[in-house]
């Protein structure tokens, strides 16, 4: 394993296809994405699943820091570049290695039921391990579709009036609002009184 990945599974709290998935891009946009040292990277994920960890750690694209950008299209692509970047350049990455996946389909169902017995639990992890490694190991082109895009329009930090909620009180972006029974709410508040 080396030092990215060890890192990666640190900070994830465990080794899984999908934090391989985020490793293999991770790695490739190191290599491939020409960058000065101190030039921060920006990342589009189209997804939020364990994937997203890899690039956080590896990258170091973070919510808190405003370089991670989350679009819920469910897939796995990433989209990277540095804002202090002139040449236009943005990779986007999309994970094809769902092509691995398949062997796993038939004991999957029952997995996510809890109903494997002892030997097709060993067998499953047997599979997921051997995706893993598979992940790790393949060749970029194999599992990686990459393109060079325009850079996505910079979304602009909007600063929206703070609202207090009419049922919990605390106070909340305006834009975030809901009005249910009369009242403006919070988004939670609004789940409580309408579902
Ligand atoms: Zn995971
Ligand atoms: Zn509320």
Known sequence: MDEDLRKAVEFHGHLCPGLAIGYRVSKYVKEHYPRSEDEELVAVVENSSC??????????????????????????VFTIYSRGNDKDRALRIYFKGDLFSGSMDALKGKYFKGELSVDEKKEFDRLRDEIIQRIIN????????????????????????SLICQECEECFMEICGRTAKGKIVCQECFEKLVC
Do not use: H, M, W
Not at 139 to 159: F, G, Q, W
């Open 51 to 76: 994937s997203v960890d890899a690039i956080q750690d590896i990258l170091g694209c973070t919510f808190g820091k405003g370089n991670l950008i989350y679009k819920n299209r469910g897939k796995q």
């Open 138 to 161: 393949a060749p970029d082109e194999e599992i990686l579709s990459v393109t060079e895009v325009d850079l996505p329009v910079p979304e602009k930090a909007r600063i929206y009036p």
